[in-house]
């Protein structure tokens, strides 16, 4: 094996499990230039723009798999270095076959988020939107989901982007009349320098009402939404755990509105106390649609903002049910499926228990029985621990996001003031230069390494 060469990096990008397919990424200065040298000949040559190549991956002598290479020359690739794709079946054999080929001709395995940290230092990314790459991947349900990948594309950043410009302006500005003699600044120009600076202030105010809200989501307690079809159980296991009084009835469609209500499992678990809160839902169609839904034309929509908030699902199932079904949305958020009826017959189709627990935990309630219960609350209690690692790490980034623009803010509003009250250009500019050092920080320009190191170790190998 060959030492690395250049910092070249490669990791499997896709999970490591059997799928249809695996995809290896790599990264490194030169290595289109390179990569003739231990490409199968199918995918040769290259033309050195960004392309897709169809080729055989000779993985065994004389047995090779269909291939497909994608090439992004530096500098327009995701990390700013040559960047190369081979997508391949997803067997795991093969994938490691073909790792171990890029590992021979020089590449090494890449660190836990190495490609995003390259992005960055190449500054194909700024940080807030390598932090909402690690939420994107992270993101506990779908509202989250939709955040990170706004940050991404960069809109809640676009606008301080161009504050920054703005203020980049006003300093130049203010910057080159210090250097004329007193009384020679006819080129400034207070008025417009004065409206530039706020509309920045504007933007930052706007950059700082996100963060806020951001903070408060991730302040509030952990919410869990039981979600199920009618007459589930779902209003008799909210009334017997949180003591709220919700209709219960062998009515279909009987919940109409949700219920919220707060529970702690701490005491059951003999555990530090807890502020949960459990969501009663009205029970939801086969199709996923509210059936209680108080306007049962927007059911659908209330269905899908309903999910958005939980953290956590529990998938309400009858089992004394034959024709009973999991809720369509189970799986697509954290969660785990909870059987009611334990002290009927069981009912429940085989295949359904089967895909729920290919889904995560089961958990079978009885009326009559509390172990059942506690086991609900041990694996709700390890999901909620998984997540708040994560929620802290978000909430450092929002402290660190809000005291940037908090410092952006006050520098440029005393700019301003010192503007209007005629001090000296030298001091004004000084709080141009806060109010810069203030965005700097917030666009990660200034972060320190270990802040870096935090963030970008807790991305998976490949991204
Ligand atoms: N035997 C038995 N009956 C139950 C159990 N859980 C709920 N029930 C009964 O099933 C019926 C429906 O229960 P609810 O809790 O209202 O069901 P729900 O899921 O809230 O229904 P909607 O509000 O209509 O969506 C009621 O008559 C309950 O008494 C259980 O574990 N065992
Ligand atoms: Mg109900």
């Known amino acids: 094996m060959s030492a690395p060469r250049a910092d070249w990096i490669a990791a499997l990008a896709t999970p490591e499990a059997p799928a ?11 290595l289109i230039a390179a990569a003739p040298e231990w490409l199968p000949a199918s995918l040769l040559p290259l033309s050195g723009a960004r392309e897709v190549r169809e080729g055989r991956w000779d993985w065994l002598p004389g047995a090779d798999v269909a291939c497909r290479l994608l090439v992004f020359p530096a500098p327009a690739s995701a990390t700013g270095e040559d960047v190369l794709e081979l997508h391949l079946p997803g067997s795991l054999p093969l994938l490691e076959n073909a790792l171990a080929r890029l ?96 509309s920045t202030r504007a933007a930052l105010v706007h950059g700082g009402a996100v963060e806020s809200q951001r903070q408060a989501t991730l302040r509030s307690g952990w919410r869990i939404g ?23 009835s062998e009515l279909a ?10 529970w702690d499992p701490g005491p059951l ?35 899908r903002a309903a999910d958005d908030r939980f953290d956590f699902c529990w998938w309400v199932v009858n089992g004394s049910d034959a024709d009973a079904v999991l809720p369509a949305q189970a799986g ?22 089967r895909r729920a627990h290919d889904l995560g935990e089961v958990v079978w309630i009885d009326p009559g029985r509390t172990s059942a219960v506690k086991a609900l609350a041990r694996h709700s209690l390890a999901a909620h621990q998984d ?19 908090q410092q952006a803010q006050a520098g440029v509003a005393d700019a301003e003031s010192g503007l209007r009250q005629g001090l000296p250009l030298d001091l004004v500019a000084e709080e141009l230069r806060r109010a810069m050092h203030g965005l700097d920080t917030f ?20 991204k």
């Open 103 to 198: 590992q021979q001709a020089g590449m090494r395995l890449a660190e836990p988020g190495e490609f995003t940290r390259r992005a960055f230092l190449n500054g194909r990314l700024d940080l807030t939107q390598a932090e909402a790459v690690l939420d994107l991947v992270q993101s506990r349900n779908q509202h989250a989901l939709r955040t990170a990948a706004e940050v991404l594309a960069g809109r809640p950043g676009d606008l301080l982007r161009k504050a920054r410009e703005s203020l980049a302006f006003a300093l130049v500005q203010v910057e080159t009349s210090l250097d004329f003699e007193e009384g020679d600044s006819q080129d400034l120009q207070p008025a417009e320098i004065e409206q530039l600076l706020h």
């Open 226 to 248: 039981l979600i199920g079809a009618p007459n589930a159980g779902k209003s008799t296991l909210f009334t017997r755990l949180t003591g709220a009084r919700a209709l219960v």
């Open 387 to 405: 997540q708040e690692a994560l929620r802290h790490q978000r909430l450092r980034s929002v402290a660190r996001h809000r005291q940037a623009l």
């Open 253 to 262: 469609g009987t919940t109409r509105d949700r219920l919220e209500a707060r």
């Open 269 to 303: 678990l003999e555990h530090p106390q807890h502020d949960w809160i459990l969501a009663d839902q009205p029970g939801l169609s086969a199709a996923g649609e509210q059936v209680g839904a108080a306007d049962a034309r927007d059911a659908a929509a209330q269905a």
């Open 332 to 353: 697509s958020t954290p969660g785990l499926t909870v059987i009611t009826h334990g002290d009927l017959p069981r009912r429940l189709p085989g295949a359904v228990v």
């Open 20 to 30: 249809p397919r695996g995809v290896l990424r790599a990264s490194g200065a030169g």
């Open 443 to 462: 666009f990660g320009r200034f972060t320190p390494e270990d802040l870096l190191d935090r963030l970008f170790a807790q991305f998976c190998v490949g």
